[in-house]
């Protein structure tokens, strides 16, 4: 009796593979068939084919037979291109084909795809037999007889492979894969057997037996068609548009050329470089290595369809539990193969004769390899019914020239051991790409290892494994694994309960900081009208109740008002030609006090008498940004320990790219200017801030491009473009070449030019330069390259500390890379930048200031260019700990070339950032990195930095350094103690 769990898995075995196209129920045993049935002929057949060039081995030379594997290796290449790719096109058009059984679909599918093949086949094969009738004296005889073998082999081979394709496009997979399966061994050795009475076998007679066993096996096939294809067809009008079906698989016909062509590149080079003996021994190997490979294909030849089926109908849980399961049993079935041909690789070779025992090492790496590969599940298959085809193909196109180039390397020193060391690292290099691509793009985990890791789960939950330690690793390593590795994605490390319209109540001494902050960025912005006129209002700082108490000339700003985390209700007001945002609004304070501009969008509450109040609350909104509250709140963090801009609640009302600082400073400066003449507010700042300023650096992160980091990441970008179906970038190859010979090319010296074009508007920057031993990439350049950047600064731009990667909150490693960097410079480091911007808002600013850094500009978001702290202007951060500001100040990143993403204008981003701080004042950080000036590897960015500085000088754009800025914030300590704000 089989118990209940055994019941269900066969129930669930029966549901998901068995299941005919109309999903009527059927047997246990016809279920068995269907499911393993077609792996068990396929397997048997490959057997019997084994015998068979076991029989041609036995009766021939292996030159004869390396000829004939070579005839047969380019046949199936062509035949099976010839066939459109139409099997794995089918599992594309299952709902169409299959399982709404629509005949029309299915007659202009078959019948448009017979017109194409034959047409391409007999171009082909007439191709062939025209050079080998008209140059026979040009040719070796062994080629001519080939070029004829072809010539009539080519429309056998490629009817066979048609007739699969759409008998498992009518969803009929098992049907006429006997005759395939075991028609041509039996044939071929019955036709090896009776020629060897007659002679030794010679490479013609080996292949007119390929072609007579061919011949019958085709035949067989098509009476197959007729019998449960086109019989069902008939009297079937196909309608015009079904060509669309044909067009539709033309990229699926590419990437089954391209893999085809892969899987032998290796074969056809050692066929190229070494003797026709050798590539027979290799060939062997990996026909012996295809009946690996024919358990993976066979299996999910017989259920694909059903695989495509269930894409469309399961959700993806269960559709990846599904596929899971599918993928174990391959496995397990693939491993079996792999031990027999791993263990007794010499023996079973050496049937052969003792020479083929030469490739045995080649057959343990290659099965090793495969092994891997469908281990990781059927990811092409997947990703061609999620119409990703494009993706494969160019996967494909890598492992093509992956593979070529190291075969072409290794086979001349390695031989047959080379061509698979090359094939193991193709496949197994866009086999894992391609895992990660699924994983990405579709969201399923398939491979075994998931599979694996899950049932382990499930057992330590029901209790069967009592060992706390393998949980806890695992549920770590499966938590690591569902992270997405991009640097823009949200992670959730901690499961943090957080209501994002919760309250934060602010003290007294919270809002006068903010005030203080909002004074202290005026000394950057305004001009000396307006700080004189700052420091002569009566600004005061009050309870929420005693705002209504408020007469005369005063500015109250209430100082108890809580704040939600997410903007309240954001509204936009005109203000000297352009549109202040203004978010979380206050009250009336009574019924005599007036909105201002209007009701509809108030920025001000104004009494009779002439007292002002804000109608949002600002100092509230300017405490929480400069305190970093989002940081504290929001436990998403990217790869980096970086809040993620995605993760921002400012993100979705658009709050994250507004200076709010900046906005509450004009408001503030607008007011009293109009208070002053006993006037309301005019919304305008005539004669009270000054032109931008522009804070200009650069990360030298980069200055030279022969290192070994940098030329891999751009070999990685010649490929990146095919992960999008696009051509690679192989004008790339020449920048390897040229930065080997020249390595300051592109980098140290596209910086020494942005200094030039500096000096040619009159401005001046910073350079923080990146030394140090490890961390991300590490300090890649080397201090040589840092010395030859320190002879060529000129003087008036300054040296800054690029804090390394493994420096972040490492008291010793950071004092190392500063004593370094001020024994290089000959002189205290006091400003800096964090290396990937990794640097946590709240606490590294303490870290630094105890280090003696008393200029920061570390703070910005990762990727995307405006204000992370909702200021375009220096200040200074707090210690909440201790209620004081820290000796550090602090110019958040506005403005970085890496932020802009693929198709956006980063002038006009630029402009349309410094177009409104024209308007309102403000300080702007703008960073650009050795190599994005005038470098062909970023085309992109090419010509950007100039345009900006001329944008900029033409709109007389100011220039500050950080020496400028300290030395005006200790200046500002001194005036800061006047009347300039007074408390309740």
Request: proline residues 6%.
């Amino acid at each position: 009796m089989l118990g209940p769990r055994y019941r269900d898995f066969i129930g669930a075995f029966k549901r998901f593979v068995g299941a005919p196209v109309d999903q009527r129920p059927i047997s246990l045993s016809t279920t068995i068939f269907v499911g393993g049935g077609g792996v068990a002929m396929r397997g048997l057949g490959m057997a019997l084919m084994f015998a068979a060039h076991l029989a041609m081995a036995w009766f021939s030379a292996p030159s004869d037979l390396g000829n004939y594997f070579i005839l047969i290796g380019v046949t199936n290449i062509v035949a099976i291109t010839g066939s459109l790719g139409l099997g794995p096109a089918a599992v594309r058009f299952v709902p169409a084909f299959a399982a709404q059984q629509r005949r029309d679909l299915q007659a202009g599918y078959t019948y448009t795809t017979l017109k194409v093949t034959v047409a391409v086949t007999l171009l082909v094969s007439g191709a062939a037999f025209l050079v080998a009738a008209i140059f026979p004296h040009e040719l070796t005889r062994d080629l001519q007889v080939g070029l004829f073998l072809f010539a009539i082999l080519l429309p056998l081979t490629t009817l066979q492979s048609v007739s699969l394709d759409l008998l498992r496009a009518s969803g009929l997979p098992l049907q006429g894969q006997t005759a395939t399966s075991f028609m041509p061994p039996v044939l071929v050795i019955g036709g090896a057997i009776v020629a060897s009475q007659f002679g030794q076998l010679s490479f013609p007679v080996i292949g007119s037996i390929a072609c007579v066993s061919a011949a019958l096996t085709a035949i067989v096939q098509l009476d197959s068609l007729r019998r449960l294809i086109f019989r069902r067809l008939v009297g079937v009008t196909p309608q015009s548009e079904l060509f669309k079906w044909v067009r539709t698989s033309l990229p699926i016909m590419a990437s089954t050329l391209v893999f085809v062509s892969a899987l032998s590149i290796d074969w056809l080079v050692v066929a190229s470089l070494t003797s026709v003996a050798q590539s027979a021994i290799y060939r062997v190997a990996l026909y012996l290595l295809s009946i690996q490979g024919v358990v993976v294909t066979t299996f999910y030849g017989v259920v694909g369809t059903y695989i495509s089926r269930h894409y469309h109908q399961q959700g993806k849980e269960d559709y990846q539990a599904f596929i899971r399961k599918l993928n174990a049993v391959q496995v397990l079935a693939t491993f079996v193969v792999f031990l027999v041909l791993f263990c007794a690789a010499g023996p079973i070779l050496g049937i052969y004769g003792r020479d083929f025992v030469a490739g045995a090492v080649s057959l343990q790496i290659l099965a090793a390899t495969w092994l891997l590969r469908s281990s990781l599940g059927p990811q092409e298959m997947l990703l061609n019914i999620a119409a990703h085809e494009r993706i494969v193909t160019m996967v494909h196109v890598l492992a093509v020239v992956l593979c070529m180039v190291f075969s072409l390397a290794l086979v001349p020193m390695y031989g047959m051991t080379g061509a698979a060391i090359a094939h193991a690292i193709a496949w197994a290099g866009t086999g894992v790409l391609l895992h990660q691509i699924v994983v990405r793009k579709l969201g399923l985990r398939v491979a075994f290892h998931h599979f694996l890791s899950d049932w382990l789960l499930e057992r330590i939950g029901h209790g069967n494994f009592a060992t706390r330690p393998l949980k806890a690793m695992l549920e770590l390593v499966l938590m690591a694994s569902r992270r997405i590795s991009d640097d823009g994605a949200v992670r959730h490390p901690i499961a943090k309960s957080m209501d994002r319209c919760s309250d934060r109540p602010m003290s007294q001494e919270s809002a006068e900081y903010a005030l203080q902050e909002i004074l202290f960025a005026a000394r950057f912005i305004a001009t000396e009208k307006g700080l004189r006129l700052l420091h002569n209002t009566r600004i005061r700082v009050v309870p929420g109740e005693s705002v209504r108490d408020a007469r005369g000339p005063e500015i109250v700003l209430p100082a108890d008002i809580s704040t939600p985390l997410t903007p309240q209700e954001p509204r936009q007001i005109p203000f000297n030609g352009t549109f202040l945002s203004l978010f979380n609004p206050l009250p009336r304070p009574g019924g005599e006090w007036q909105a201002l501009p209007n009701e509809a969008a108030p920025a001000w509450w104004r009494h009779p008498t002439g007292a002002l109040t804000p109608a949002w609350n600002m100092l509230g909104n300017v405490y929480d940004l400069l305190t970093f509250r989002e940081d504290a709140e929001i436990a998403a963090r990217d790869r980096h320990g970086r809040l993620p801009t995605a993760a921002s609640v400012r993100t979705p009302a658009g709050i994250g790219k507004v200076p709010v600082v900046n906005e509450a400073l004009a408001l503030l400066l607008d007011a009293i200017a109009a208070m002053e003449r006993g006037l309301a507010p005019t919304f305008r700042l005539d004669g009270l801030i000054e032109a931008p300023a522009l804070v200009l650096s650069h990360d030298c992160d980069l200055l030279r491009g022969n290192d070994v980091i940098t030329q891999a990441i751009r070999a990685y970008r010649i490929i990146r473009p095919c992960f999008r179906a696009r051509a690679p970038r192989l004008e790339l190859l020449g920048k390897i070449f040229a930065n080997y010979r020249h390595p300051y090319r592109y980098f140290l010296d596209d910086l020494i030019k942005m200094l030039a074009v500096e000096r040619r508007f009159g401005y001046r920057s910073i350079m923080y330069v990146l030394n140090g031993t490890g961390g991300r990439f590490g300090a890649r350049s080397g201090l040589g390259a840092v010395r030859k950047l320190l002879e060529q600064v000129p003087a008036g731009w300054e040296i800054g500390i690029h804090y390394n990667y493994d420096t972040f909150h490492q008291p010793a490693r950071f004092a190392s890379q500063k004593v370094e960097i001020e024994a290089l410079i000959g002189e205290a480091v006091t400003a800096g930048r964090a290396h990937y911007l990794r640097f946590d808002p709240r606490k590294s600013p303490a870290f630094v200031a105890e280090r003696g850094i008393r200029f920061d500009e570390s703070i910005g978001w990762p990727h995307q260019n405006g204000y992370k702290a909702g200021i375009a202007a220096p200040f200074r951060p707090l210690n909440e700990a201790v209620g004081t500001r820290l000796e550090v100040i602090e110019l958040p990143l506005v403005f970085m070339d890496a932020n802009l993403v693929e198709g956006e204008d980063g002038y006009l981003t630029f402009k349309n950032l410094f177009g409104h701080l024209e308007k309102i004042g403000g300080v702007i950080s703008v960073l650009f990195h050795p190599g994005t000036f005038a470098n062909p590897e970023r085309p992109d960015l090419e010509g950007l930095y100039l345009r900006i500085l001329e944008f900029a000088n033409e709109a007389r754009a100011r220039n500050l350094m950080p020496s400028d800025i300290i030395r005006i914030a200790a200046e500002e300590r001194v005036m800061a103690t006047g009347p300039l704000m007074q408390k309740s």
